[in-house]
């Protein structure tokens, strides 16, 4: 990357947030169905087990915005890897299903509070010109967080009456090595000239390459100093279109689908016929499409932009999710055919969605309430993943047509996604974050 080794050691750094945030999705799809037995759950408690951790990340994506504009982006970076730590130990250990839920769902607050607080602060230390590569990198070890707890999975499935514990307790490992790390990284030059601290700013600025570091100081205190009279709230009017972009654009990433199949991919496999132990390598095939499409989406989000990753992927999606909708209509699994459709989502879905939801979101809102507007995009997004987890595997066991209906809704919404992407969205690439804010008209 043509950016100086300081600002990516800074973005990876935080990016590694992601990892336990992936990872923390995707575990659950390797032991569901050993905690839905242990505790003899009917499909709702069941459903609401799984639903837990997202209903977790709806609260930690409220409420991370405001302590990380009070005490800075860097020490709720740390708070966060805590979080992730002791989690990971209590829900491996515990005998108790009440104590499983309620530590699922407090790791599923220092789920929420990453998606908002680390692509935030990696925007806020990116120069311009590779901002979208170095936001990229957090959904990037979101997605070899999925991939490690898919691998996991398959290699713990069967060493003992209790791997389902093991599965969970690894993720204690990346969790104490983030926690210490973040130490290690400066604050958020923005969040600094926002409280008053300038030289520091500049001392960041020039560590990690800005060229010119008074400017981009005097920048950004124009703009924060800008419409002084009107109270910094997201929701005082003038902020109405970052507000739509980011609303839609979280709704319809959840709305592909994506988190119900990372979730039940093992179930979805089994459904086809595939036996239980198949059916967990087949989701580890997932897990690896879905990194080598963000790491080539990353490659080029910069050089194409946000909008034309969104497009070729709403195509590639429909098409995908709707031979996925074909199979389950005609019961003609013919195989690993739907494996091989469901891979054919997930590379569109990671050259997409995937890798521009956090960069968009994070760079869309100006600097005076962009933790604000990072709160609520990111938010969106976990009330949407929360509902159609819970509701997946009800629809799709409801009937014979279950997984039909569920993959025909998938599919017609990224249909409408598609147009969305095309005829609605504006392009960010290449500027500055106070340029968008002047391209958007918001001064």
């Known amino acids: 990357m043509n950016t100086p080794a300081t600002a990516f050691r800074n ?11 992936g990872f923390d999705t995707a575990v659950i799809s390797g032991v569901e169905k050993s905690i839905q037995i242990l505790w003899s759950l009917d499909d709702f408690s069941h459903g609401f087990t799984v639903a837990a951790a997202l209903m977790g990340t709806v609260i930690g994506a409220l409420i991370a915005g405001r302590p990380s504009e009070k005490y800075g982006r860097k020490k709720i970076l740390q708070a966060i890897g805590l979080l992730y730590l002791v989690t990971s130990l209590v829900t491996a250990l515990t005998p108790a299903w009440s104590i499983f839920v309620v530590f699922r769902f407090l790791g599923g607050i220092g789920v929420g509070a990453s998606s908002v607080v680390g692509p935030l602060y990696i925007s806020e230390i990116s120069p311009a010109h590779s901002r979208g590569k170095l936001v990229g990198l957090f959904q990037f070890m979101v997605v070899s967080g999925i991939l490690i707890a898919f691998v996991s999975n398959y290699l713990l499935f069967g060493v003992g009456e209790d791997s389902w514990r093991w599965m969970l307790g690894v993720q204690a490992v990346p969790s104490l090595l983030y926690f210490v ?11 600094l000239v926002k409280h008053g601290r300038p030289d520091e700013a500049r001392q960041v600025f020039t560590d990690i390459g800005e060229p010119q570091p008074a400017e981009a100081i005097q920048k950004i205190q ?5 419409d002084t ?8 009017g003038q902020y109405n279109k970052p507000i739509f972009y980011a609303v839609v654009l979280a709704m319809f990433n959840q709305l592909s689908g994506i988190n119900a199949i990372m979730y039940y991919a093992p179930r979805i496999f089994e459904m086809t016929g595939l036996a239980k132990d198949t059916a967990l390598l087949q989701a580890v095939s997932i897990g690896v499409t879905n990194m080598i499409f963000t790491l080539l989406a990353l490659s080029v989000i910069d050089r194409f932009g946000r909008k034309t990753l969104l497009v070729i992927g709403s195509v590639g999606m429909v098409i995908s999710l709707g031979l996925v909708t074909h199979a389950f209509y005609t019961k003609q699994f013919g195989g690993y055919a739907v494996m091989l459709y469901l891979v054919g989502f997930i590379a569109f879905f990671a050259f997409s969605q995937g890798a521009v939801i956090w960069v968009f979101i994070s760079e869309i809102f100006p600097n005076k309430v962009r933790s604000q507007g990072q709160t609520l995009g990111s938010s969106t997004h976990w009330i949407m993943a929360a509902v159609i987890s819970w509701t997946f595997p009800v629809l799709a066991e409801s009937s014979d047509m279950g997984g039909f209906y569920s993959f025909l809704i998938f599919t017609l919404m990224m249909l409408l996604h598609g147009f969305f992407a095309w005829k609605v969205l504006p392009e960010t690439k290449g ?13």
């Not at 124009?222 to 800008?226: D, R, V």
């Open 222 to 226: 124009a703009s924060l100093h800008s």
């Open 431 to 443: 500027k500055s974050l106070e340029g968008i804010q002047e391209s958007l008209g918001i001064h």
């Open 229 to 236: 009279d009107v109270k910094e709230s997201v929701f005082n």
């Open 11 to 21: 973005a990876l750094v935080a990016a590694l947030g992601g990892f336990l945030f």
């Open 181 to 191: 790390m973040v130490f290690f990284v400066p604050e958020s030059p923005r969040w």
